[in-house]
């Protein structure tokens, strides 16, 4: 069976390194806000080239951390993407705000346009979601953003490591969300999230959030490393063991991301010709192919053809946010088309940095015999 994903090769690689610096950090007694972590932040921040950032419990809390720290009130609108993860509209309503949804573009991502016709007076923040590992256009979001005073929080959440116009993403607005899942592009063997920012006031607060509200950045600050809470807050640490297993994944971030692209231009070039629709790197993206995600009508019987040929694949997102039972009373805007449409026919097939290139060949070869037969 060709797996959807899996970690296992690459923990049969690394173990002898993992649980050794695993156990170099719990002997020094450390399980939080050690040197391992310590030294994580500083490299995340640097290698994204932000002024500022701090490492959650996982991409969830990075944007419930962020919109906690914006103090929505109960009319306050996020205007966000439908078609995305349900934590990204979670968040929101777990920091009191009120998700609007929006629709997608073609490629799947959300757009100024389609921004622009969910604004109203409410309109506080935008999130725009950078799906499957592109960025959306973040030049022109931010444009419109700050003429209108909106507050963009982004889910970098499937795209660390992706660019736009040359810039990573996670830069452009007031903070960038990541996530360190173990599918995402830097996956650790739990849960893990960071929180890039430019701008310290923010930075501040966000990491009194992550903590109970207590005060741990600056030593001129009366309650400096007190348990006394400056605000409400709540717990979402990284803890030494995740952080020592991202610290040495970090190193080699850029090969999995290579790894990644690689294995989309051998798809690419293989299913080009074929009446499928392909994932496309927008100009002035780099795209970091967090999944390879196709779309066509008669998705049910690629996926079982695939499933019968021994080859996993999976929907990202079978169901868009207001389909859901959880979400039915949601804000909307009328015209969901795209998303509707895309939720009906797109199947992501297996990209991993350790995917074999025998087993990319396979699945290309099927889905060709496949899609020949339809
Ligand atoms: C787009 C998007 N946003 C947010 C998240 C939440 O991240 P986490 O699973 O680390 O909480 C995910 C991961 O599933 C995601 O794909």
Not at 213 to 241: M, P, Q, V
Not at 300 to 315: A, D, E
Request: proline letters at 3%.
């Amino acid at each position: 069976m060709i797996k959807y994903w899996s970690f296992l090769e690459e923990y049969k690689k690394n173990k002898n390194r993992f649980l050794s610096n695993i156990n170099k950090t719990l002997i020094k007694g450390n399980i939080f806000f050690g040197k391992q972590l310590n030294i994580f932040e500083k490299r995340f921040i640097k290698k994204y080239k932000s002024k500022y950032g701090i490492a959650v419990g996982s991409g969830t809390d990075a944007i419930l951390i962020s919109l906690l720290a914006l103090n929505l009130k109960k009319d306050d609108e996020v205007i966000v993407p439908a078609n995305t993860a349900i934590p990204t509209v979670s968040a929101i309503v777990n920091a009191g705000g009120k998700p609007r949804l929006i629709d997608i573009e073609d490629d799947y991502l959300t757009s100024v346009s389609k921004i622009k016709k969910a604004t109203n007076k409410n309109t506080k923040v935008i999130i725009p979601v950078h799906l499957y590992g592109q960025s959306c256009q973040m030049e022109e979001i931010m444009k419109f953003a700050n003429k209108n005073k909106i507050k963009v929080i982004e889910d970098c959440a499937q795209a660390q490591g992706a660019k736009y116009k040359n810039k990573f993403v996670g830069t452009f607005g007031l903070s960038g969300c990541f996530s360190f899942y173990p599918t995402k592009i830097l996956g650790t063997y739990g849960d893990g999230g960071f929180i890039l920012t430019n701008d310290f006031k923010f930075f501040e607060k966000i990491k009194r959030i992550r903590f109970y509200g207590i005060e741990t950045n600056n030593h001129k600050k009366k309650f400096f490393n007190e348990y006394y809470a400056y605000e409400n807050g709540i717990n979402s640490r990284l803890d030494e063991i995740q952080s020592s297993i991202l610290n040495l994944k970090f190193k080699n971030v850029d090969n999995l991301i290579y790894k990644r692209r690689k294995i989309a231009s051998i798809y690419i070039k293989n299913l080009k010709n074929l009446k499928i629709i392909l994932p496309e790197q927008n100009t002035k993206c780099f795209h970091v192919y967090n999944t390879f995600t196709l779309y066509h009508k008669k998705r049910k019987y690629i996926m079982n053809y695939l499933k019968n040929n021994n080859i996993q694949s999976r929907i990202i997102y079978p169901y868009p946010i207001q389909k859901m039972k959880g979400y039915e009373k949601i804000k909307k805007v009328k015209d969901l088309s795209n998303t509707e449409k895309f939720s009906k026919g797109i199947f992501s097939i297996p990209l991993y940095p350790e995917l074999k290139l025998k087993d990319v060949l396979k699945i290309c070869k099927n889905l060709k015999n496949c899609i020949k037969s339809i």
